[in-house]
């Protein structure tokens, strides 16, 4: 099937520092990616869904300014935390979508787990 | 807000038994539903999916049912495995457009016991 790659996986960072991570799709072009926001024990939240060539949409509350999303390719799609504090510690994953089918399946990557100290 | 929710945070079963995982929505315009497992530290995967029109809809070892009157999604599984152990999501999509955004449920537990 198709496959979402995340990277990098782990990633711990200094509080006041930004980082990147990526989020490309592997076999096929994906006019539109989402990233969601995991904390433990907690269900996915959506923050934002990236579209090729344009704006991103940010979910309400949700700081577009400190969560910088690029989606300058149809593979590939990344999320700055700018400036980054330990309450921004989490598990984010993107998904992306292969299709225009109002069902189509989303593919989800592997998540990146970001620690800020 | 609407938003889709589970009955039970937590399920043990023994292997070899069969499993089912509730999830209640509020948003009566969604029209699809999905389910996905999530294993630990690890992105959610697709297990099955059904539409508004279909109440029942089988996979292998596994079975979505969709009650629409009281708006309730299941996820049976069959023959439960070790490997079926991990955190299972409902998720549905409303009609919004184009874009596939998902609300996901608040996620059930599964222990398989041994």
């Known amino acids: 099937g198709a496959v979402v790659s995340q990277h990098p996986s782990r990633v711990i960072c200094k509080s006041g520092t930004s980082v990147k991570i990526e989020c490309r799709s592997l076999d096929f072009q994906a006019t539109t990616m989402f990233w969601y926001r995991q904390f433990p024990k907690q269900s996915l939240m959506l923050m934002a869904t990236s579209n090729e060539g344009s704006k991103a949409t940010y979910e309400q509350g949700v700081e577009k300014d400190k969560f910088l999303i690029n989606h300058a390719s149809l593979t590939l799609s990344t999320l700055t935390v700018t400036s980054a504090h330990p309450e921004d510690s989490s598990f984010y994953i993107c998904?992306?979508?292969?299709?225009?089918?109002?069902?189509?399946?989303?593919?989800f990557g592997e998540g990146s787990r970001l620690t800020v100290l | 807000g609407e938003s889709v929710g589970l009955h039970l945070p937590t399920l043990s079963v023994q292997e070899g038994d069969n499993s089912i995982i509730n999830c209640a929505y509020s948003?009566?315009?969604?029209?699809?539903f999905i389910w996905y497992k999530q294993e630990s530290g690890k992105g959610p995967q697709f297990i099955i999916d059904i539409r508004s029109n279909m109440d029942k809809r089988q996979g292998q070892r596994v079975t979505v049912l969709l009650n629409k009157t009281v708006k309730h999604l299941s996820l049976q599984i069959a023959a439960t495995q070790p490997g079926d152990s991990a955190v299972y999501f409902c998720a549905e999509k409303g009609f919004s457009g184009s874009a596939r955004q998902l609300t996901f449920g608040s996620g059930t537990q599964l222990t398989v016991l041994p």
């Open positions: 998904s992306a979508s292969a299709g225009a089918s109002y069902t189509g399946e989303l593919f």
């Open positions: 948003n009566s315009a969604s029209d699809y």
